[in-house]
């Protein structure tokens, strides 16, 4: 099988690497948009399994073979582990903890890519740079939010925020490991299309248990829905999960796993800039610095690809 990391155009990894890191940035803010007018368990139902039977109809009509066991199981493992759980924990935890206090703690993901790669340990354990820009990153994301968390911490929290913080722990585990698991179980016999398209459709249906135990189709008055809430989960559909996930899929396949886990890092990032642009919100000294501190471990955590730094 060809070395994929080296036959891989680079402009296209490029590429790639923007859209997670520009796309994803932006998801958490939409996420919450969309939560004002769906249910948790129904957004993540609606969202997958319309960009899983999208993404599987396009790859029918190019002329594609969709059916393939072993396909479909792998991409139900982790899709399942992702978006299922992964995802599907930020998506429930948005409802009530504040969006700064998630991101710090779907951050740790960069840091459990490490620790679950078993077998890389020697690899990038013994990389300074890997290891240091890991640690680094992750400081700077407290930095950044510091201000947000110390705000939500001072008050008094629910059994629902403290439930919903320890979920977000295990939250990153489960997507670090799905990917993983994806990136050393390659589809050989489907394309990176069809093998995203069947994880986004099998994690559509794990939303639904939730679903049916709080009686949300029930209750949701769909004629009462915004058009806000509407056109946020038409972007999550269209570019965070139909461009956003399979440039991720696809950077797992071709890419070290370190370097495609720094989206962890840039993505909060990406969320403060927008939130600069299209809110009044204002930086302040302490984000600036988390900010910079953040892509400087990006920097340090790349270094080693460019072939200058051993």
Not at 90 to 100: A, L
Not at 105 to 115: G, H, M, N, Q, T
Not at 247 to 266: D, E, F, G, H, N
Not at 286 to 310: E, H, M
Request: aromatic fraction near 12%; proline fraction near 4%.
């Amino acid at each position: 099988m060809a070395d994929l990391n080296k036959t891989a155009p680079p402009v296209m990894v490029y590429l790639a690497f923007a859209i997670v890191y520009m796309v994803w940035g932006s998801t958490y803010f939409f996420i919450q948009k969309a939560l004002a007018g769906f249910p948790p368990f129904i957004l993540g139902t609606v969202r997958f399994s319309i960009a899983g039977i999208l993404m599987l109809g396009w790859c029918k009509i190019k002329g594609e073979a969709i059916f393939n066991k072993k396909t479909i199981k792998i991409a139900t493992v982790s899709g399942i582990l992702m978006l299922g759980l992964g995802n599907g924990i930020v998506i429930w935890v948005e409802q009530f903890i504040p969006s700064g206090l998630v991101a710090i703690l779907v951050a740790s993901a960069a840091i459990w890519f490490v620790i679950l790669d078993k077998s890389h340990w020697k690899e990038n354990l013994s990389n300074k740079y890997i290891v240091s820009g890991l640690v680094i990153g992750f400081l700077g994301v407290v930095l950044l939010f510091g201000n947000q968390i110390r705000q939500a911490l001072d008050k008094p929290q629910s059994n629902l925020q403290i439930l919903g913080m320890i979920l977000l722990v295990f939250g990153p585990v489960a997507w670090a490991g799905g990917s993983l698991y994806s990136k050393y179980n390659p589809t050989t016999q489907s394309s990176v299309s069809v093998n995203t398209g069947w994880q986004m459709l099998m994690a559509s249906l794990s939303f639904l248990p939730g679903a049916l135990w709080k009686s949300e189709f029930k209750l949701l008055d769909w004629a009462g829905i915004s058009l806000d809430a509407w056109l946020s989960i038409i972007y999550l559909i269209l570019f965070g999960s139909i461009a956003g996930f399979s440039a991720y899929v696809w950077l797992l396949k071709v890419r070290p796993a370190t370097q495609v886990s720094t989206y962890a890092y840039v993505n909060p990032v990406v969320a403060v800039l927008l939130s600069l642009i299209f809110t009044n919100e204002v930086i302040g000294l302490t984000q600036a610095v988390g900010l910079v501190i953040i892509l400087g471990s990006v920097l340090l955590i790349n270094l080693p690809k460019y072939g200058s730094v051993k």
